[in-house]
């Protein structure tokens, strides 16, 4: 016996199986308790009204936003405060248009709160200056309209307002490379404090320009942002930050600037983790097999770089989901007209490519009439890798708490459903493994804390200790404020 003890390959052999099945244990034990909160979650669906519910998924681990616009993503309130800095924005000043019309020139009255900068504003005749007003300069009332100008919050508002109008008013703001940096710390801070702890955003690094009107050099934009990234208050905000360099398909050098961004993401995957190409999938000349060549003969110069590109945002059926995946994209955005081919569907279900699925955007630009329309919830339970994301969070007036409640809300999700939205959102992230390791080891932790920590008899009298932000779409849809 006392042989038997000594032999260190004996001991190797039964730690091992102890091993084994104290995980076993341990795998039951935690699979019990999950059952058993998937359970309550039920109960609480049905017994909570919307703003307690509202409130628990505010305060729910939310893993990562994978289609997030950055300048779409910005909050307009902290944006008007971050642009009339003039600690943040520098000898930078920046005038918005406030009349149309009294010069007989543009007379769109769409054009009211375009926003340009001051070398633009001294560059005018007198006349078209008097129709501008400093930002800064604008009473109360004028930078609501400035601000809600800015985002669909209004009847009768949707694609065309959101594509031909609200970005060019945003105009000279969008392209101050010190306003970007702030304000990516921002939304940070406000994505963090609703659980979200990753975020891949879509931006151009050559978009930028000095108060003097010439174009920044990109690498003094990626130090300006690095700079910001780097300090305590954003860094407290708990959120992994990548970026992707997003092309605009339709535009005449897209080809070219698909190579442009090959070469800046591998020359600074410190930060940049993947290429994408966005704008309206309606307009012809950005149809994907236009690219087919140029992305072939990228991965022949280069490895490792994420491709995640919008496909299937339009009406009509046709193949652009299936030319995207022939392009090489492993994630694909919207998808909204995936149902219409069965062979791609059956396809997706082999989990060769993620969803980036987008509920309030989809909704607001009224690529669905209503959610009984919308493709989600088919292709989550048919098994396609899919999770929730924001895509323009800002202009949607919206966060991620919306994107979970319109899910519960209008598709029935279950609590194994949500978290594997939460969890397929770090895994399909084009993330570096040992950072993508260490945020899903996070998650689980976290989400094992939510469920101990709802799980009981007590969720009213927790959930009050939870500090939620509803935002004007909650406002709207639900009647929830706080």
């Known amino acids: 016996m006392k042989s038997f003890l000594k032999s260190p390959m004996l001991w190797v052999l039964y730690a091992r199986r102890w091993a084994v099945f104290l995980g076993l244990v341990l795998a039951g034990f935690l699979s019990v308790r999950a059952e ?43 944006l008007y405060s971050v642009a009339t800095n003039r600690s943040i924005v520098g000898t930078n000043r920046f005038y918005t248009r406030i009349r149309a019309g009294s010069c007989n020139t543009d007379t769109n009255e769409w054009t009211r709160f375009a926003t340009i900068s001051a070398f633009q504003w001294s560059a005018m005749d007198e006349c078209r200056r008097s129709e501008y007003a400093a930002l800064d300069s604008l009473s109360p009332a004028q930078a609501r309209e400035w601000m809600n100008s800015l985002r669909l919050d209004a009847p009768g508002e949707g694609r065309d307002e959101f594509f031909e109008r609200i970005w060019p008013r945003l105009g000279a703001v969008g392209r101050d490379a010190n306003i970007a940096a702030e304000m990516m710390v921002r939304t940070l801070q406000r994505y963090g404090a609703e659980g979200v702890r990753y975020i891949e955003a879509q931006t151009i690094p050559d978009l930028y320009v000095a108060a003097d009107g010439s174009m920044l050099n990109p690498e003094e934009g990626q130090r300006i942002l690095q700079r910001r990234l780097s300090q305590p208050d954003a860094r407290a905000s708990g959120v992994t930050l990548r970026l992707q360099f997003v092309v605009l398909r339709f535009t005449p050098n897209a080809v070219q600037r698909v190579e442009q961004a090959y070469d800046w993401v591998s020359r600074h995957r410190d930060t940049w983790v993947g290429i994408n190409m966005a704008g ?15 992305y072939r003969k990228m991965r022949r110069q280069h490895s490792g770089i994420g491709l995640s590109i919008h496909a299937g945002e339009v009406d009509e059926p046709n193949a652009h989901m299936r030319d995207t995946l022939m392009l090489g994209a492993t994630r694909l955005g919207h998808g909204n007209n995936v149902l219409t081919d069965d062979d ?4 997706l279900r082999h989990g060769v490519a993620f969803v980036e699925i987008n509920l309030v955007s989809n909704l607001l630009l009224e690529y669905v009439g209503d959610y009984s329309q919308h493709h989600f919830a088919e292709m989550l339970r048919l098994g396609v890798p899919c999770g929730l994301s924001t895509d323009d969070s800002g202009m949607w007036d919206s966060g991620m708490t919306d994107e979970y409640l319109t899910a519960v809300s209008e598709f029935n999700l279950t609590w194994d459903e949500l978290v594997r939205c939460g969890r397929n959102s770090l895994q399909w992230s084009f993330l ?9 080891a996070e998650y689980d932790r976290d989400i094992r804390a939510f469920e101990q ?11 009050q200790a939870v500090k939620p932000v509803a935002y004007g779409f909650a406002r709207r849809r639900w009647g929830i404020a706080y």
């Open 36 to 78: 058993g909160f998937a359970t309550r979650f039920e109960e609480l669906k049905r017994s909570l009204p919307k703003s307690e519910l509202y409130r628990m998924l505010y305060a729910m681990p939310k893993g990562g936003d994978l289609h997030h616009h950055a300048g779409g993503c910005w909050r307009m309130e902290d």
């Open 280 to 294: 309206r999938e309606d307009n012809d000349k950005g149809h994907p097999r236009r690219f087919l060549e140029v």
């Open 344 to 347: 791609l569907v059956l396809h």
């Open 432 to 440: 570096e493994e040992p950072a993508k390791a260490r945020l899903l």
């Open 453 to 463: 920590r709802f799980g009981g008899d007590d969720v009213p009298s927790k959930l």
